[in-house]
């Protein structure tokens, strides 16, 4: 039904690398410097970076040219002179970088003013969500570029190392996020979540104990309130009793356990992944319309079209609705909200990867079974099976689309 962070990709597959492509030429193999766009994300209150000024220093010492839309890094506290130190020529707009740059590195799925923008044999480095997104999806494969997602990039042990990243993040501030809009001035319940001695602790439901409910439960935990974490693979479910014993409640995840722990739960985190695919909806409208007024769900699965049948995708300027009187806080790029720390930890990972594309092209790719796993479009195909087939695509194997 759905898997955790911990075990969801056991398969393995193969890596490429880009050209330097100008429109209607062929990628570049990795010979030659190549030439990288740093746009400023234009999302609804997107603050984060692609390229922090440490990342954009690191490229141009493997010989590349960084070109920074003005004010790109201003949300991470990094200003147009920061990044001139770094080696990065500074252009006045989106435009210049689109149409200068051999690889795009962004942090957000491209708008559809940016969508316009790509070329075939460009290079896309970003996240993308595709599955839930079928506009995105066909403007991606109208464009002809190269499009590698972050969250697909797999690793050793079958991870999402550069999806891990931001789950950390949104891990822990979905509990910080819940914990606020139970305050009554919000139109929550009015409880404390670790509650105070003599009066009872508010009830956390935890869905997926992957890296998202890990850092959920972390936080949760350690706040004090009363934690229940349901998954449907048993190691993860024994690791988090091993490390946090009768502090934390571990449950197999079933249909009626489900609806028994979310219908009595102040707050519920959705915490679930596919890899690649539209997250399924794990608590419907039912489940929903039983849970206590004031109560508050979290959906950190939005950007993967959610885990709540009764989610949609909402920003920082308006992140929350009610439903039946439950506030869903449903905000897509929630680590948007703090991006200075988003920022450094999203470079932190995505940093080799992203050297490995300047210096190799899709050469990188087709040597690099990680990377293969990350390219979900390639000249007009779907080289992502999950993307394919929720969006009634025909897959083509990646090696083959990059032969």
């Given at each position: 039904?759905?898997?955790?962070?911990?075990?969801?990709?056991?398969?393995?597959?193969?890596?490429?690398?880009?050209?330097?492509?100008?429109?209607?030429?062929?990628?570049?193999?990795?010979?030659?410097?190549?030439?990288?766009?740093?746009?400023?994300?234009?999302?609804?209150?997107?603050?984060?970076?692609?390229?922090?000024?440490?990342?954009?220093?690191?490229?141009?010492?493997?010989?590349?040219?960084?070109?920074?839309?003005?004010?790109?890094?201003?949300?991470?506290?990094?200003?147009?002179?920061?990044?001139?130190?770094?080696?990065?020529?500074?252009?006045?707009?989106?435009?210049?970088?689109?149409?200068?740059?051999?690889?795009?590195?962004?942090?957000?799925?491209?708008?559809?003013?940016?969508?316009?923008?790509?070329?075939?044999?460009?290079?896309?480095?970003?996240?993308?969500?595709?599955?839930?997104?079928?506009?995105?999806?066909?403007?991606?494969?109208?464009?002809?570029?190269?499009?590698?997602?972050?969250?697909t990039v797999t690793d050793n042990q079958g991870r999402l190392?550069?999806?891990?990243?931001?789950?950390?993040?949104?891990?822990?501030?979905?509990?910080?996020?819940?914990?606020?809009?139970?305050?009554?001035?919000?139109?929550?319940?009015?409880?404390?979540?670790?509650?105070?001695?003599?009066?009872?602790?508010?009830?956390?439901?935890?869905?997926?104990?992957?890296?998202?409910?890990?850092?959920?439960?972390?936080?949760?935990?350690?706040?004090?309130?009363?934690?229940?974490?349901?998954?449907?693979?048993?190691?993860?479910?024994?690791?988090?009793?091993?490390?946090?014993?009768?502090?934390?409640?571990?449950?197999?995840?079933?249909?009626?356990?489900?609806?028994?722990?979310?219908?009595?739960?102040?707050?519920?985190?959705?915490?679930?992944?596919?890899?690649?695919?539209?997250?399924?909806?794990?608590?419907?409208?039912?489940?929903?319309?039983?849970?206590?007024?004031?109560?508050?769900?979290?959906?950190?699965?939005?950007?993967?079209?959610?885990?709540?049948?009764?989610?949609?995708?909402?920003?920082?300027?308006?992140?929350?609705?009610?439903?039946?009187?439950?506030?869903?806080?449903?905000?897509?790029?929630?680590?948007?909200?703090?991006?200075?720390?988003?920022?450094?930890a999203l470079n932190n990972a995505t940093l080799p990867f992203?050297?490995?594309?300047?210096?190799?092209?899709?050469?990188?790719?087709?040597?690099?079974?990680?990377?293969?796993?990350?390219?979900?479009?390639?000249?007009?195909?779907?080289?992502?099976?999950?993307?394919?087939?929720?969006?009634?695509?025909?897959?083509?194997?990646?090696?083959?689309?990059?032969?």
């Amino acid at each position: 039904m759905y898997e955790s962070l911990s075990d969801h990709i056991n398969a393995e597959r193969p890596f490429v690398r880009g050209s330097n492509l100008k429109s209607g030429t062929e990628l570049k193999t990795g010979e030659d410097p190549m030439i990288i766009g740093l746009p400023k994300e234009i999302k609804n209150l997107e603050r984060r970076v692609g390229l922090t000024p440490d990342s954009v220093a690191e490229l141009v010492g493997h010989g590349h040219d960084v070109i920074v839309e003005t004010l790109a890094g201003i949300g991470i506290g990094a200003d147009d002179d920061a990044y001139r130190h770094s080696g990065a020529e500074i252009v006045e707009t989106p435009a210049e970088v689109f149409e200068r740059a051999e690889m795009v590195v962004k942090v957000k799925e491209p708008q559809a003013v940016e969508r316009a923008m790509l070329r075939p044999g460009q290079l896309l480095f970003t996240y993308l969500h595709l599955a839930p997104d079928p506009d995105q999806t066909a403007d991606l494969v109208a464009s002809g570029a190269t499009c590698i997602a972050y969250e697909t990039v797999t690793d050793n042990q079958g991870r999402l190392p550069l999806l891990a990243p931001m789950s950390r993040v949104a891990g822990r501030m979905a509990i910080q996020a819940g914990a606020h809009y139970l305050e009554a001035p919000q139109g929550g319940e009015g409880l404390l979540l670790g509650g105070v001695p003599g009066v009872a602790p508010a009830k956390v439901t935890v869905i997926g104990g992957g890296v998202v409910g890990e850092n959920a439960i972390e936080m949760a935990v350690g706040l004090g309130a009363d934690v229940t974490v349901l998954d449907r693979s048993n190691d993860v479910l024994d690791q988090l009793n091993k490390r946090y014993g009768t502090r934390l409640r571990t449950i197999y995840s079933t249909r009626s356990a489900l609806t028994e722990y979310v219908t009595d739960s102040d707050l519920v985190i959705g915490a679930v992944l596919v890899a690649g695919a539209e997250a399924p909806k794990l608590v419907n409208k039912e489940m929903i319309s039983q849970m206590r007024p004031g109560s508050v769900v979290v959906d950190v699965a939005i950007d993967q079209g959610g885990c709540f049948e009764t989610s949609k995708a909402t920003t920082h300027e308006d992140p929350v609705y009610l439903v039946d009187e439950v506030t869903h806080y449903c905000v897509a790029n929630m680590p948007g909200g703090v991006p200075r720390t988003s920022a450094y930890a999203l470079n932190n990972a995505t940093l080799p990867f992203t050297i490995a594309l300047a210096n190799q092209g899709l050469d990188a790719v087709r040597q690099n079974l990680h990377l293969m796993h990350g390219l979900n479009v390639h000249a007009g195909q779907i080289t992502e099976p999950a993307v394919a087939e929720a969006l009634g695509y025909d897959f083509v194997d990646p090696a083959t689309a990059l032969s």
